[in-house]
C-alpha cells in the first residue's frame, strides 16, 4: 500500500534563478536536519543536459513510537540520494529524491519538475509527487500519516529555504518574520501530526491483543 | 554545507565554486565551450567515494532515476 500525495508550487523567480539556487540551497534557515550534501555522480550528456547525483544525509527524526522498531544498529542519520536532469534547451529540471537508509520502516519517494510558469515567465512552477510507504507489518498505516505529515512540513520548509536563498542571491535582505511564522507553522503541524500518528499507532497496538 | 568526508570538505567547497559559476554563467547561457572544473571534481570524488565506502553507505546498485519507473498514481 502507497500513500500518493501531489501539490503544486510557485516561485516568483526565473527558472535560471532557480536552477542556480537549487544548487545552492544548503544550507540555509530551514535546513538545520540536513547534515551533509555531496555530488557524487554529475555528466552533461550528448543532448546537452547535465544529470547530477547527490548524497545528502540528515538527522533521523524518528518519533519514539517508530523509534522501538528501529533495531538497535542503525544509522542516527539518513541518507537521501537526489537525482536531476537539467535541461537548459527545453527549460525544464526534473528531480528524483528517495530514502536508501530506513527504506523498509518508511519508505519517501519525492519527485518534480521546475517549468516556467506559462502564465508569467519570469515565475517558476513546481509539480512535486511523493510516495510515501511503509513495511512495518500491522504499522504501516501509522508510519505512512506519519511520514505523509512530515512530508508536507518538509515542503513548507524546502520552499521557504528556495525563497530565502533566492533573496540572498538577488541582493534582498530575507525577512525574518518569515523564517519565524514558518518555523512555528512547521511546529504545529508536526505536532498535530505526532498526535494523529500516535493515536494510529495505539490503535494498531490494540489490535494485537484482541 | 560539510561534505560526509571531513576530510573532503575544502575540496567540495572549491568545486562547489567552480561549478556554481560555470553552470550560471555557461551552461544555462547554451555556452558549450567546455567544463574548466574537471580538474576539481576529480580530486573532489576521489575523495568523497573513499569516504562513503569507508562509511558503507549503500549507493550502489540504483540506476539513474530509476526508483520511478512504473509509479502508481494512487
Known amino acids: 500500500m502507497v500513500k500518493y500525495f501531489c501539490c503544486g508550487g510557485l516561485l516568483k523567480s526565473n527558472w535560471d534563478q532557480v536552477c542556480v539556487a537549487f544548487w545552492q540551497r544548503y544550507p540555509n534557515p530551514y535546513s538545520n536536519h540536513v547534515l551533509t550534501e555531496d555530488i557524487i555522480f554529475r555528466e552533461v550528456t550528448p543532448t546537452n543536459c547535465l544529470i547530477s547525483r547527490r548524497l545528502l544525509t540528515k538527522t533521523s527524526r524518528a518519533p519514539r513510537w517508530m523509534e522501538r522498531y528501529l533495531p538497535k544498529h542503525m544509522a542516527s542519520s539518513a541518507y537521501i540520494i537526489e537525482d536531476s536532469i537539467v535541461d537548459p534547451q527545453k527549460r525544464t529540471m526534473t528531480t528524483l529524491t528517495w530514502n536508501i537508509s530506513h527504506a523498509r520502516l518508511m519508505s519517501v519517494e519525492e ?40 512530508f508536507k512540513t518538509s515542503v513548507t520548509k524546502t520552499m521557504k529555504g528556495f525563497e530565502y536563498v533566492l533573496a540572498k542571491m538577488q541582493g534582498e535582505t530575507p525577512s525574518r518574520t518569515l523564517a519565524e511564522t514558518a518555523t512555528e507553522r512547521a511546529r504545529e503541524t508536526a505536532l498535530a501530526a505526532k498526535e494523529k500518528a500516535k493515536d494510529l499507532a495505539s490503535q494498531a497496538h490494540k489490535k494485537q491483543y484482541v | 554545507m560539510n561534505s560526509v568526508g571531513e576530510a573532503c570538505t575544502d575540496l567540495k567547497r572549491e568545486y562547489d565554486q567552480c561549478f556554481n559559476r560555470w553552470f550560471a554563467e555557461k551552461f544555462l547561457k547554451g555556452d558549450r565551450s567546455g567544463d574548466p572544473c574537471t580538474e576539481t571534481f576529480r580530486k573532489y570524488q576521489r575523495c568523497v567515494q573513499k569516504a562513503i565506502k569507508e562509511k558503507d553507505i549503500p549507493i550502489d546498485g540504483v540506476e539513474f532515476m530509476g526508483p520511478n519507473k512504473d509509479k502508481p498514481e494512487s
Open chain 1, 111 to 150: 519527485r518534480c519538475e521546475y517549468q516556467i510558469n506559462p502564465d508569467n515567465s519570469s515565475w517558476t512552477q513546481i509539480k512535486r509527487e511523493a510516495w510515501i510507504s511503509s513495511n512495518i507489518y500491522g504499522l504501516s498505516r501509522a508510519i505512512q500519516e506519519f511520514g505523509l505529515a512530515r
